[in-house]
């Protein structure tokens, strides 16, 4: 009965952002547990697309054949038309992951107020157009589960970060609120928050003596994506109906440390 609970088979899942390391290895783990995976890129510049396509092609090599849509996540209307059409195309959206991420490290003296509104937009109001445009198909079927991928830099602020921090933490806040607002109508809500994944641009050095973000992490190494996708089967399955408004740290106990 418990391995049966975590059987994805029949659910329809759509991945935004699904050519970030994160996102593919949801992806790729919601199809291994038996769902049907539609992806997305995050942006519509040749890099995102053409990551979204690799998560496409390895979903193919596992026997799901798929295009990956191209859209522009922070647009409201490019993200109604693309949830539209993969309802239209699976007959449900039973998972909606976003997994969209924008990192610029800068002081708050220094940020621009374009950068601060491209990383709200691209963190932020993202999700809120993806949730939206999904609601009225969860809403109307009574059943749903939304995953945002947000960070561990949502819940504790990090200098030179605010703009991402503050996006962050709004989707933290936003999914806490979503979840009340929909729990009686069987829809669920819930946060994962990685903290430093070992393909972090930027990240430097793995030696945890020489990586002075490295040493702040109890496990001293960076977290995996392969360890992010077993969560969000968790998270989209029959066993976590009663679990709503939470933030699961996949963070190597960083959170824990003082």
Same mark, same amino acid.
């Given at each position: 009965?418990?391995?049966?609970?975590?059987?994805?088979? #029949?659910?329809?899942?759509?991945?935004?952002?699904? /050519?970030?390391?994160? #996102?593919?290895?949801?992806?790729?783990?919601?199809?291994?547990?038996?769902?049907?995976?539609?992806?997305?890129?995050?942006?519509?510049?040749?890099?995102?697309?053409?990551?979204?396509?690799?998560?496409?092609?390895?979903?193919?090599?596992? /026997?799901?054949?798929?295009?990956?849509?191209?859209?522009?996540?922070?647009?409201?209307?490019?993200?109604?038309?693309?949830?539209?059409?993969?309802?239209?195309?699976?007959?449900?959206?039973?998972?909606?992951?976003?997994?969209?991420?924008?990192?610029?490290?800068? @002081?708050?003296?220094?940020?621009?107020?374009?950068?601060?509104?491209?990383?709200?937009?691209?963190?932020?109001?993202?999700?809120?157009?993806?949730?939206?445009?999904? /609601?009225?198909?969860?809403?109307?079927?009574?059943?749903?589960?939304?995953?945002?991928?947000?960070?561990?830099?949502?819940?504790?602020?990090?200098?030179? +970060?605010?703009?991402?921090?503050?996006?962050?933490?709004?989707?933290?806040?936003?999914?806490?609120?979503?979840?009340?607002?929909?729990?009686?109508?069987?829809?669920?809500?819930? +946060?994962?928050?990685?903290?430093?994944?070992?393909?972090? @641009?930027?990240?430097?050095? @793995?030696?945890?003596?020489?990586?002075?973000?490295?040493?702040?992490?109890?496990?001293?190494?960076? /977290?995996? @994506?392969?360890?992010?996708?077993?969560?969000?089967?968790?998270?989209?399955?029959?066993?976590?109906?009663?679990?709503?408004?939470?933030?699961?740290?996949?963070?190597? #106990?960083?959170?824990?440390?003082?």
């Amino acid at each position: 009965m418990a391995v049966e609970g975590f059987d994805l088979s #029949g659910k329809n899942a759509l991945v935004i952002g699904a /050519g970030s390391s994160v #996102g593919r290895a949801i992806a790729l783990a919601l199809a291994e547990a038996g769902a049907r995976v539609t992806v997305a890129s995050a942006g519509e510049d040749r890099r995102d697309v053409a990551a979204a396509e690799e998560t496409a092609r390895q979903l193919a090599a596992r /026997g799901q054949q798929t295009e990956a849509k191209r859209l522009d996540a922070t647009a409201p209307d490019k993200v109604e038309a693309v949830v539209n059409q993969a309802a239209a195309e699976m007959g449900s959206i039973d998972i909606l992951v976003n997994c969209c991420d924008l990192f610029i490290a800068k @002081p708050v003296a220094e940020i621009t107020p374009d950068e601060w509104e491209k990383v709200l937009r691209q963190n932020l109001d993202s999700v809120f157009f993806a949730c939206k445009a999904v /609601g009225p198909h969860m809403l109307g079927q009574k059943k749903g589960r939304i995953i945002n991928v947000a960070s561990g830099l949502g819940e504790r602020g990090l200098p030179n +970060c605010s703009a991402y921090c503050a996006a962050k933490g709004g989707v933290l806040n936003l999914s806490r609120a979503l979840a009340q607002e929909w729990a009686a109508q069987g829809i669920t809500v819930n +946060c994962i928050a990685p903290a430093w994944m070992e393909d972090t @641009p930027g990240l430097g050095d @793995p030696n945890p003596e020489a990586n002075r973000l490295i040493r702040f992490i109890p496990m001293r190494r960076p /977290g995996k @994506p392969e360890e992010v996708g077993p969560l969000a089967v968790y998270l989209a399955s029959d066993s976590a109906g009663y679990m709503t408004g939470r933030t699961v740290f996949v963070d190597g #106990g960083l959170l824990a440390h003082l």
